[in-house]
């Protein structure tokens, strides 16, 4: 099974500053990783994933996160805030290729982006 | 390639109505999802299909709700009587059989039970 944790369900950094979303994760098998953003009254999208390649990932818009096994981590970074990027952010966990597993998202995290 | 469609992207019903909502997936992904998230609470899974079968659908709240996926294509949401609590974003999502691309999300029918 898994499951997801974001450390702080609202982020606040001025524009310009880093962007750093915490995710961690447990899983009994390999697990795919995703981050996905939702902007208002919008769908989901897609940032990135993580799926077994290169454990640095970079997505769309400046993002990029890293997998680290043995923190069991994926957290979400930009290095430089605009304000197009207030949005909520979700990180999200599958079971890898040889499994059936749904993807389970985190709880969320709100990002502001003050000017 | 075409996204995730889903319709309608609004419905606002009263309780004890029907509503049946509709997910096309992108062409051939196998695997089709329903999600939904309620009062800005977390997205919660509801079911999965492979094809036209139900692989899982533990998240599916009670038998209210009916999904199906005839032919392996779209797939209907069905919630009836709908009730106040039901309120919320579902959301349809599909993947490749391997799910190496990733979940593709819908848009996502925002449900309004008054």
């Known amino acids: 099974a898994q499951s997801v944790t974001q450390l702080g369900s609202h982020v606040s950094v001025s524009e310009g500053a880093l962007v750093l979303l915490r995710c961690n994760y447990s899983?009994?098998?390999?697990?795919?990783l995703f981050w996905y953003v939702q902007y208002p009254n919008q769908g989901l999208q897609l940032l990135l994933k993580?799926?077994?390649?290169?454990?640095l990932v970079k997505g769309i818009n400046g993002f990029e996160a890293e997998f680290k096994k043995s923190e069991t981590s994926f957290h979400l970074t930009k290095p430089s805030a605009h304000m197009r990027d207030a949005a909520e952010y979700f990180c999200?966990?599958?079971?890898?290729?040889?499994?059936?597993?749904?993807?389970?998202f985190g709880p969320g995290t709100s990002l502001s982006v003050i000017p | 390639e075409a996204g995730v469609t889903q319709f309608p992207s609004h419905s606002v019903i009263e309780k004890g109505q029907t509503v049946t909502l509709r997910c096309d997936p992108i062409?051939?992904?196998?695997?089709l999802y329903w999600y939904r998230r309620v009062m800005g609470k977390e997205i919660k899974f509801l079911l999965h299909?492979?094809?036209?079968?139900?692989?899982?659908e533990s998240g599916m709240p009670n038998n209210r709700f009916l999904a199906e996926r005839t032919g392996g294509t779209y797939s209907t949401l069905k919630v009836q009587p709908a009730e106040l609590e039901d309120s919320g974003v579902y959301f349809c999502?599909?993947?490749?059989?391997?799910?190496?691309?990733?979940?593709?999300f819908g848009s996502g029918t925002r449900l309004t039970v008054v």
């Open positions: 999200a966990v599958s079971g890898g290729r040889t499994s059936y597993d749904k993807v389970i």
């Open positions: 062409s051939g992904h196998d695997n």
């Open positions: 999502a599909s993947s490749r059989e391997d799910r190496v691309g990733g979940y593709t």
């Open positions: 993580y799926t077994s390649a290169a454990t």
């Open positions: 299909f492979v094809k036209e079968s139900k692989q899982d």
């Open positions: 899983s009994s098998v390999p697990p795919y």
